[in-house]
């Protein structure tokens, strides 16, 4: 944490001369922002992403994220995000509850209380071909993709957890969300095929059948 308030700081003041090499990973964005440095590692998780947008394309944004995306999820205003990153951090998305849609082609893992509060999440994609570990049920907790669905200002919500029809599949346990740990305890699902503009699993999401 020394390291990370160093490269704060330097930021803040303008400061580029001998600051001390990084020991983790949000050190090596840090670093690299204060550098000039674009030869960053792929980001992991949500607070990487950003960084590494910001150190690949500097704070006027023209990535995925940027400042602008990332002033909307602190604040709380955020409504759509796509984003590369593999794992989806606890609480990463807690009571963002106007964003609408998530979209998440590389996911790999989602963490407890990751959606916890988002109560007007009409889509969740997960491009993945195989099951996306899901930590704990507590992710969608109080979220529109809960069973119940939510209400907000007495207009109720429901959104849906959108995957490849290959992992909705009744005879293979390993390859089926809905018999999945943790997956099994919910039933909003939705073959993606069905929801894209062009039927496949990568094609952009037809918000009009949503």
């Known amino acids: ?3 990370l308030t160093t490269y704060l700081k330097a930021i803040a003041n303008g400061e580029t001369a ?10 090596v964005y840090l670093k690299a922002i204060i550098d000039g440095n674009t030869d960053v590692p792929q980001p992991t998780d949500m607070l990487s992403a950003y960084l590494y947008e910001i150190a690949k394309n500097g704070l006027g944004g023209g990535g995925t994220g940027g400042d602008s995306q990332l002033d909307a999820l602190i604040n709380g205003s955020i409504t759509e995000i796509k984003s590369n990153v593999t794992e989806i951090g606890q609480g990463a998305f807690f009571a ?13 893992m989602i963490r407890a209380q990751a959606f916890f509060q988002c109560s007007t999440l009409k889509a969740l994609i ?3 071909e195989e099951v996306v570990t899901l930590e704990n049920v507590s992710a969608f907790s109080s979220s529109a ?10 207009v109720s919500h429901k959104g849906y957890v959108y995957v490849p029809r290959s992992l909705l ?9 809905r018999q999945a740990t ?3 305890s919910y ?4 073959a993606l095929e069905d929801f894209t503009v062009d039927g496949t699993i990568t094609g952009a999401l037809d918000e009009s059948k949503i």
């Open 1 to 3: 944490m020394a390291d």
């Open 18 to 27: 001998e600051l001390p090499e990084p020991t983790d990973r949000l050190g």
């Open 96 to 108: 963002r509850k106007k964003m609408t849609i998530a979209d998440f082609p590389k996911a790999t």
């Open 126 to 128: 997960l491009r993945s």
């Open 145 to 154: 993709i809960h069973n119940n669905g939510s209400t907000v200002d007495g």
């Open 169 to 177: 599949s009744d005879t293979d346990s390993t390859k089926d969300y």
């Open 182 to 184: 943790n997956w099994s």
């Open 187 to 190: 039933e909003r699902f939705r």
